[in-house]
């Protein structure tokens, strides 16, 4: 994982990751299973201008629920990029949830 989340390759692989998990709890939501789903945020996708437009598309083209799609953080990110907590919020706007990950441990 550290040389995809270091390579060129982490924004698209990330983004991929997030599209196919989004899809998949589409298909067993409509199968009637209650799941919330959590994906883990690269650093390379929270620097993406295009990151709160990629979570809505991929929730909305799934048709899941947004209120039970989670994105994972690690609190690192939130020292170390400053617009982080703005992306976050409007993230928040999409009724996603934020999670931070590893808490504590950084």
């Known amino acids: 994982m550290h040389v995809v989340k270091t ?9 991929w990751v997030m599209h196919t998990a989004c ?12 799941l919330s789903m ?4 690269a650093p390379s996708q929270i620097r ?4 709160v437009r990629t979570v809505e598309s991929a929730v909305k083209a799934a048709g899941y629920p947004p209120s039970q799609f989670e994105v994972e953080v690690t609190e690192d990110i939130l020292v170390d990029d400053k617009n982080a ?3 976050f919020c409007k993230i928040k706007k999409l009724v996603v949830k934020l999670l931070l990950d590893d808490f504590g441990t950084g």
Request: proline share 3%; aromatic share 10%; no cysteine.
């Open 48 to 51: 993406a201008k295009d990151l």
């Open 7 to 15: 390579s060129a390759l982490s924004k698209p692989i990330s983004f």
């Open 23 to 34: 899809t998949q709890a589409g298909r067993w939501h409509e199968l009637g299973f209650d």
């Open 38 to 41: 959590a994906v883990n945020l």
């Open 85 to 87: 907590l703005e992306t």
